[in-house]
């Protein structure tokens, strides 16, 4: 049994302040697999204290500097990727064929924030004025469970690309893909208080992140809940806020969708980690044309994508991360069951022979309306609604009728008219025939998604402030 008790401050591990202990607890088969000491607000003071230290120096390097920490990262996490790979699957039950690119995707985050440094001007000039980019201050950076790993890639690198210092607490569910991920930062020899990291509750670590007046801005990743409430508590500081939150992402099938790609892909976007993915398109927008035939098209490929053991790279569909995720999963099928959507596929209750793990059946709701629950709460489990539509403008409106707008997808075989609908839609990202990323553009939501940019230019801005000086 592994205990972890420990957390990465000034460039040293050291044994927790606090002593409150939590269980982590495998969700394939419901074993403890490690004691984790969570922190306290003394170890999130010490952690920003450190910060506060390391940003004095840190924020005067220069762009090569910075890039040559970003390459260290690169190299440190690269080394180590199996490792990583194994902690995520065994920890939250990620399925092998998302978590092992997911943490290939994490370690070059570290280079694509470098070139995007790169090209990146952080000074402007015209006349006698002169513009810099100035690193904000002491960043907290607040991570979620799901690929958690990846999260605190991602942020830590634009953070360091922008010559902050951070402090950052990832989800306590994530406890040992942290410490991999820490033994990695450990490995690059970044300068002493620049990454910092607590694990512990939101309610204790992340709510003095958010409170402390020595740190300038928070990014988070997470639930729209949370979000709201960091907005709240962070304005008393007048803290610099991205927040990266939760979605209901269309699946537009357009009436010339070749349905032998759009179907599979439509399972590869919906049941995305397990269904616990911000950017899962879970509703899936169908021409009422093609409504049968999209429905016999779903029965045969759904056996494709079967459910069981993460660690088997033919799974698809792991189980959900713990018990309450499943019961909270579990009472939307109920719901929509209730409100009157029909179960084309799956339903209530653990797939046959996987009852001790936290796994549900992957299940499809057709005859879905818009203004249904499952079309409109997140879920965050496998469960697509499909929802038929009359025509083009129809889709956008269907498709642009909810609080979120974190990302789209649409399928189409005439790439003109899949553009047209795309630029329709409003979501921070919108992708065209199938799941695709780019590590350049930015990442973030309209409306309750959240506010602000990741990755690429768009992400490392996010942690600057601008200076004019006129002479
Ligand atoms: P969560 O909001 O419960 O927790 C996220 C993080 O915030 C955790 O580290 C948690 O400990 C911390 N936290 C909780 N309360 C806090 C508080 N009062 N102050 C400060 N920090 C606090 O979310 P989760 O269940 O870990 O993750 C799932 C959610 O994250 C989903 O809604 C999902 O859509 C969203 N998500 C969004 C993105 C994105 O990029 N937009 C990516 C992944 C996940």
């Not at 015209?126 to 904000?136: A, D, H, I, R, S």
């Not at 208080?193 to 990743?221: M, Y």
């Not at 889709?395 to 609908?421: P, W």
Request: charge should be neutral; glycine fraction near 10%.
């Amino acid at each position: 049994m592994k205990s972890i008790t420990k957390h990465y401050i000034d460039g040293a591990f050291v044994e927790s302040h606090g002593r409150e202990v939590m269980d982590s607890i495998n969700p394939t088969n419901g074993q403890v697999i490690a004691h984790v000491t969570l922190g306290d607000e003394e170890d999130a003071r010490r952690a920003i204290a450190a910060a506060k230290q390391a940003f004095a120096s840190f924020s005067r390097t220069t762009k090569e500097e910075r890039m040559k920490v970003l390459r260290r990262l690169h190299r440190a996490v690269s080394a180590r990727t199996d490792e990583l790979t194994k902690a995520m699957v065994e920890e939250y039950g990620g399925v092998l064929r998302f978590v092992a690119p997911i943490v290939q995707a994490g370690a070059e985050v570290f280079l694509s924030a470098e070139r995007a440094l790169c090209e990146m001007p952080l000074t402007r000039s015209w006349g006698n004025t002169m513009v810099t980019l100035e690193p904000v201050g002491v960043a907290g950076l607040i991570s979620p469970w799901n690929a958690n790993a990846f999260f605190l890639c991602m942020k830590l690198a634009s953070a360091v690309a922008a010559g902050c210092t951070v402090v950052m607490k990832p989800s306590e569910l994530s406890a040992s893909q942290t410490h991999v991920w820490l033994e990695c930062v450990h490995e690059a020899k970044l300068p002493i208080g620049l990454c910092n990291v607590v694990s512990g509750r939101g309610e204790v670590v992340g709510a003095e992140l958010v409170r402390n007046p020595d740190v300038a801005k928070i990014s988070f990743t997470g639930s729209a809940a949370v979000g709201r409430s960091i907005m709240r508590e962070g304005a008393s500081t007048m803290k610099r806020i991205t927040l990266e939150l939760g979605g209901k992402s269309p699946n537009i099938l357009l009436d010339d969708a070749d349905l032998k790609k759009a179907i599979p892909n439509a399972f590869i976007i919906g049941f995305l980690n397990n269904g616990q993915a911000c950017v899962a398109g879970t509703r899936l927008l169908v021409p009422k044309s093609r409504f049968e035939e999209v429905k016999q098209a779903i029965l045969d490929t759904l056996p494709t994508f079967p459910v069981g053991d993460p660690a088997d790279p033919k799974t698809a569909v792991g189980p959900m991360v713990n018990q309450k995720q499943y019961q909270r999963v579990q009472s939307y099928i109920r719901k929509g069951i209730e409100e009157g959507a029909e179960v084309l596929a799956g339903g209530e209750g653990h797939p046959p022979g996987l009852e001790s793990g936290y796994f549900v059946k992957p299940t499809v709701f057709v005859n879905v309306k818009n203004d249904m629950t499952i079309a409109r709460e997140e879920i965050f489990g496998p469960v697509l609604s499909v929802i038929t539509y009359e025509d083009e403008d129809d889709a956008v409106r269907i498709a642009n009728d909810s609080e979120y707008g974190l990302h789209a997808y649409v399928s189409g075989t005439d790439i003109q008219r899949a553009r047209r609908v795309a630029s329709q839609i409003q979501a921070g990202r919108v992708a065209i025939n199938g799941l695709l990323d780019d590590q350049q553009a930015p990442f973030g939501g309209f409306k309750h998604s959240g506010i602000g940019r990741e990755f690429g230019t768009f992400g490392i801005g996010a942690f600057l402030e601008p200076r004019a000086i006129l002479e």
